[in-house]
């Protein structure tokens, strides 16, 4: 943008400058060749008169005609000569001249001739002499060359030149402090908005800069504003929801802890027991809904974590009963931190999911080994059946009896962090394996 602004300053002020300076140049074209041309005609009146005062005495010298003319006739000036009635040419003779415009001379009128050659010649007749007056005057020619009436152009056009190109570059300096001012604005505002996509909702824009700018500074500061509002009263709402369910949740917990104290409610097949358990399942999914509202009305920027240290704590907790189904639990940490973008709470919650996803869907006996990498990656293998299909992230979606809600949790953890999740068979095509990547704290 701010190369387009320059430009288009850059052409407007040529543009300018040349409809200005392109006719001072042909001015002092003009003004050099007329400032030649006078001096010429003075030279040639000057002449005129020396010559008219020697042609009228009765001892006419040629040789103070051509003492004059040798001292006018020096190096860079126009050529001066005399022509006399008889043809006598003194001085510097001038062939340029025509026959007709020599005769038109004679007759004694001045003018300035324009030869074939370039250049100009000034004929000035000379009012004196005893042939004078029967038409046949001597004529003092002043040749001017083409060089001789440039003279001075060339410094001018430099000189119009270097002031074209000073305005030009003051033009440009004013025009990139400008663009700067514009740029810096829209900068800005940029970072402004990215960091309300960031879901920095606190972020707002500096109203500075051209007034458009400021307009559309304001209009993202009440954008912000509105999205915080919506965004907090769907934290409200999804919070009193939960509150609310967890009532009669309760309440229902409480009647199936009742049922199974009922004789003939032992079986963990007997429907008294799964209906207990799906209730358990139902609270603990309402306290998540709470946990994560409280969690997405704080600082999201505040959220890191040791994945090191918290796996290794995780995978301790579950040992003891992974001995009990004769399970070998592997871990594998480095020995320094790796500070990743999730709170501690939803690190354990994303171990928790997938350690007892194995736990939980694979026989006794089965392997589990657990590896973390220094670039923030979680790896959770085992030697089960392996996943029916890839895409059982997606919530809801299950291939064994479950709400499919585990993956998914674990899913959206890392993807908040700034990274993914990858389900596929574990080594060797045996088993499954999930990789869950996060972003660095």
């Known amino acids: 943008m701010r190369r387009q602004l320059l430009l288009l300053i850059g052409v407007t002020t040529a543009v300018v400058l040349a409809a200005l300076l392109v006719p001072l140049g042909t001015l002092a074209h003009r003004n050099a060749e007329d400032e030649a041309l006078t001096d010429a005609t003075e030279r040639g009146q000057s002449v005129a008169a020396v010559v008219g005062g020697s042609l009228s005495s009765d001892n006419s010298d040629h040789a103070v005609i051509q003492g004059v003319l040798d001292g006018l006739n020096g190096a860079d000036q126009p050529r001066t000569s005399v022509v006399l009635a008889d043809g006598t040419v003194l001085g ?71 002031l074209g190109i000073a305005l030009t570059l003051l033009g440009l300096a004013i025009a990139d402090r400008l663009a700067g001012r514009l740029i810096r604005s829209t900068r800005r505002i ?72 009922l004789p003939g409610s032992r079986d963990a097949d007997d429907p008294v ?6 209730v358990m399942a139902l609270e603990r999914s309402v306290d ?25 704590e995780q995978v301790a907790f579950w040992a003891p009963l992974a001995e009990d189904q004769d399970r070998t639990a592997q871990v594998s940490v480095p020995s320094r931190p790796v500070q990743v973008k999730v709170c501690p709470d939803d690190l354990r919650a994303v171990l928790d999911t997938l350690i007892g996803n194995v736990l939980d869907h694979t026989p ?16 959770v293998e085992d030697d089960g059946s392996g996943f029916p299909d890839t895409s059982i992230t997606t919530r809801g979606s299950s291939g064994a009896g479950s709400t499919g809600l585990g993956l998914d949790i674990a899913r959206r953890t890392a993807e908040e962090s700034g990274g993914g999740i990858e389900l596929g068979p574990g080594p060797g095509g045996v088993g499954a394996r999930v990789r869950c990547r996060f972003g660095p704290a």
């Open 92 to 162: 510097r003779s001038t062939e340029e001249v025509s026959g007709p415009a020599l005769r038109l001379a004679r007759s004694g009128r001045a003018f300035t001739y324009a030869p074939d050659a370039g250049g100009r010649v000034v004929m000035v007749p000379v009012l004196g002499g005893a042939r004078a007056e029967n038409g046949d005057a001597a004529v003092v020619e002043v040749a001017v060359s083409p060089e001789q009436l440039r003279t001075g152009v060339l410094p001018s056009w430099f000189a119009y030149a270097g």
């Open 190 to 261: 940029a970072r402004v908005a990215d960091q309300l996509a960031a879901g920095d909702l606190e972020a707002r824009a500096k109203t500075s800069g051209p007034r458009e700018l400021q307009v559309l500074a304001t209009r993202l500061n009440e954008l912000g504003e509105r999205i915080g509002v919506l965004v907090a009263a769907e934290r409200e709402r999804a919070a009193d929801l939960a509150h609310r369910l967890r009532t009669p949740v309760a309440s229902l917990r409480l009647d199936a802890e009742a049922l199974r104290e």
């Open 273 to 278: 027991t799964r209906i207990g358990t799906g």
């Open 288 to 312: 998540e809904i709470i946990r994560a509202s409280r969690k997405a009305a704080a600082d999201p920027s505040g959220s890191r974590a040791d994945l090191a240290s918290v796996t290794a």
């Open 364 to 379: 006794e006996g089965t392997d589990l080994r657990v590896t973390v990498a220094e670039d923030g990656v979680l790896t």
